[in-house]
């Protein structure tokens, strides 16, 4: 059940209208919180007006808008696929069709079709799941690898962010194989300082490094974007001394 706050004497005004959730007999305080945060969330609403599957697709378009990530006939490859909001933004600004998919994304979690994007439901750390998605792409080198990979959280901070920093690891290494000259990496992390070594590899073969952190981003939570931009190529690789890192503001 829900119900509207009221202040004001009874006055209804925008900030009186937040939704709260009356807790139910069988569901945790984090589940109820969860669902009030949900309610009251303003990209929540825009995700469903504009048929998105979720309220990430905001993030990728906030970066996209900034950092200028995709371009007509970009090649995308969108690791943690699930639900597809990633892959749906992809999609219509590269301009993929089911004729020409320039979008291939994979997840363990089982997704809906999605027009011009080619979809797998595997979990990409298995061994033969870079070269499903490799095969899909006909050979061709990707110009953008993009992820939202998370593992579930164990509630420890630390032990949250190594885990994730290893799917990061991951993610890089088949970028690194895959990517064209100029391409780009993004994927998500939640920051908390252990990430140096990474960092340090990414500014080997990107000619820029940074965070970034979208505005639909839930400003209380550690969650970040790491971005590399313009890969150097096999043959054009540096230790690193020259390339730029930084954190956006």
């Known amino acids: ?9 009874g006055r209804k005004s925008d900030k009186d209208l937040k939704i709260r ?7 945790k305080v984090s589940s109820t919180k969860w669902l009030e945060r949900q309610l009251n969330d303003p990209y929540v609403a825009r995700a469903r007006a504009e048929g ?29 696929a699930a639900p597809g909001g990633w892959s749906q933004v992809a999609a219509k600004a590269v301009g ?16 809906d079709p999605i027009p011009g994007v080619v979809l797998f439901r595997k979990d990409f750390t298995e061994d033969d799941a870079p070269q499903l ?16 990979m998370a593992w579930p959280t164990t509630g420890h901070r630390a032990t949250d962010h190594l885990r994730i920093v290893q799917l990061i690891e991951i993610a890089a290494d088949f970028a690194i194989d895959v990517l064209a000259p100029g ?20 500014k ?12 639909s981003s839930r400003q209380d939570s550690a969650e970040a974007y790491l971005i590399a931009k313009g890969f150097k190529g096999p043959d054009e690789r540096t230790n690193g001394e020259e390339d730029g890192e930084h954190e956006e503001r």
Do not use: C, W
């Open 96 to 111: 993929s069709t089911d004729a020409n998919p320039l979008v291939v994304g994979i997840d363990y979690l089982e997704m």
């Open 183 to 202: 391409g780009a990496f993004v994927a998500k992390v939640f920051q908390g300082g252990t990430e140096h070594e990474l960092l340090h590899m990414l």
């Open 21 to 27: 959730v009356k807790s139910a007999k069988g569901r």
């Open 204 to 215: 080997r073969h990107f000619k820029t490094t940074f965070h970034a952190k979208p505005p």
């Open 133 to 148: 998605l490799i095969d899909a792409m006909g050979g061709k080198k990707a110009d953008l690898v993009m992820s939202d």
């Open 52 to 80: 998105y599957r979720s309220r990430a697709a905001f993030k990728i378009k906030e970066m996209d808008e900034k950092h200028k990530l995709f371009h007509k006939g970009t090649r995308v490859v969108d690791l943690g």
């Open 1 to 9: 059940m829900v119900d509207k706050a009221l202040g004001n004497g």
